[in-house]
C-alpha cells in the first residue's frame, strides 16, 4: 500500500515569500490533516478536510495560512507571506473517515521549511 | 497549545534494557495513542489505547492508561539500536467534532550500543 506522498522534501525561502505544499493521501483515506511541527516540539494540528470540506481550521494562522483539498484528494497548503517563525516541518496525514473507529493517522515523510 | 507532556523529555539507556516513558494530558479523550519519529521513517503510529481500556500490548510495547490521573505509560522491553528515535503521545479530544490529534513534546530516546 502507498504511503501518504508529500512534495517538495526541502524548502528554503527568504522571509516575506510564499510557499507551497503539496500532499496525495493514502487512497480511500476521506480525512486529511496537516501539521507544523517545530523543532523539538510535537506536531500541531493546523487543519482537518473530511473529503473537501474543512473540519477543523481553529489552529490555521488565515492571516498568512491558506490549504484547500479540491475534488477530496489531493491537498495543498500555502503560506503567503512567509514569516521566520514558519520554519518548521510541515507533516500531512491522513486517516479513515469513521471518526472515532480507525482514528490511526498515517503520516508523510514532511516538508522542512526554512525561512530566512 | 499542546494537550500532553511527555516524562523524561530524554532518556539514554542500555541495549537490551527496557525503556519507559510516560505521558500526561488535560482533557478527557476518546483514545490515546503513541507515535514514534525517527529521520528515516517519519512519524509512525506504534500503539492505540481506548479510554475504556487499561493496558494493551503489542509485540515488544505494553501501554497502560489511567483516565482517573489522565496519564499513560509506554514501556519498550528488551530495547534494540533501532528503537532510537523520538516518542510521542497523542490524544483526541471526546468533547470535539472533530478527531485531530494533540501531541505532546515528546521523549528522545537513545539506546546505547
Known amino acids: 500500500e502507498a504511503g501518504v506522498a508529500q512534495s517538495p522534501r526541502y524548502k528554503i525561502i527568504e522571509k516575506r515569500q510564499s510557499v507551497a505544499f503539496w500532499c496525495n493521501p493514502i487512497?480511500?483515506?476521506?480525512?486529511l490533516y496537516w501539521y507544523q511541527q517545530i523543532l523539538g516540539q510535537g506536531p500541531k494540528l493546523l487543519i482537518q478536510f473530511q473529503n473537501n470540506g474543512v473540519v477543523d481550521d481553529s489552529q490555521l494562522p488565515k492571516d498568512r495560512f491558506s490549504a484547500e483539498r479540491l475534488k477530496g484528494v489531493d491537498s495543498t497548503l500555502k503560506i503567503q507571506p512567509a514569516k521566520l517563525e514558519d520554519s518548521a516541518v510541515y507533516l500531512c496525514?491522513?486517516?479513515?473517515?469513521?471518526?472515532?473507529?480507525?482514528?490511526?493517522?498515517?503520516f508523510g515523510q514532511g516538508t522542512r521549511l526554512t525561512v530566512v | 497549545s499542546q494537550q500532553g507532556e511527555e516524562d523524561p523529555q530524554a532518556l539514554s539507556i542500555q541495549e537490551g534494557e527496557n525503556a519507559t516513558m510516560n505521558c500526561s494530558y488535560k482533557?478527557?479523550?476518546?483514545?490515546l495513542q503513541w507515535y514514534r519519529q525517527n529521520s528515516g521513517r517519519g512519524l509512525v503510529h506504534l500503539i492505540l489505547?481506548?479510554?475504556?481500556?487499561r493496558e494493551k500490548h503489542s509485540g515488544r510495547l505494553r501501554v497502560t492508561l489511567d483516565t482517573s490521573k489522565k496519564s499513560s505509560s509506554l514501556l519498550i522491553t528488551a530495547s534494540r539500536a533501532a528503537d532510537t528515535a523520538s516518542y510521542f503521545c497523542a490524544t483526541d479530544w471526546s468533547g470535539g467534532g472533530a478527531d485531530g490529534l494533540t501531541f505532546g513534546k515528546g521523549t528522545h530516546l537513545i539506546i546505547q550500543p
Open positions: 482533557t478527557s479523550i476518546n483514545n
Open positions: 489505547i481506548r479510554s475504556n481500556e
Open positions: 496525514a491522513s486517516s479513515f473517515p469513521i471518526r472515532g473507529k480507525y482514528p490511526e493517522a498515517f
Open positions: 487512497s480511500g483515506h476521506a480525512t
